[in-house]
Nanobody, 115 residues
Framework: QVQVVESGGGLVQPGGSLRLSCAASGSLFSSYDMGWYRQAPGKQRELVARIDSGGNTNSVDTLKGRFTISRDNAKNRVYLQMNNLKPEDTAIYYC?????????WGQGTQVTVSS
């Protein structure tokens, strides 16, 4: 069982930045593929960005240039740097660890972009 815990959410003004952090348990973290998803009120959960075990990344085209995913295998962590935040980025952000064909989700962290 892989435990996933997100942190770093909060209230930020438009144009501001946040860095979300995701900690995943297990000694094989470097083998996990990791991802960030988000779910806005009344909408379906959607992919934000993924990073595989080799460090290759992909993200939604509309977010490229503002959101960056990275990982630190020594700390069992993956990060989502979010810049120039907009009100439409308001959502619950979820981290997922993908390992041996199973997905392990965290509880999510709320990000609210508002003046």
């Amino acid at each position: 069982q892989v435990q996933v815990v997100e942190s770093g959410g909060g209230l930020v003004q438009p144009g501001g930045s946040l860095r979300l952090s995701c900690a995943a348990s297990g000694s094989l973290f470097s083998s996990y593929d990791m991802g960030w998803y988000r779910q806005a009120p009344g909408k379906q959960r959607e992919l934000v960005a993924r990073i595989d075990s080799g460090g290759n990344t992909n993200s939604v085209d509309t977010l490229k240039g503002r959101f960056t995913i990275s990982r630190d295998n020594a700390k069992n962590r993956v990060y989502l740097q979010m810049n120039n935040l907009k009100p439409e980025d308001t959502a619950i952000y979820y981290c997922v660890a993908e390992f041996l064909r199973r997905d392990y989700w965290g509880q999510g962290t709320q990000v609210t972009v508002s003046s």
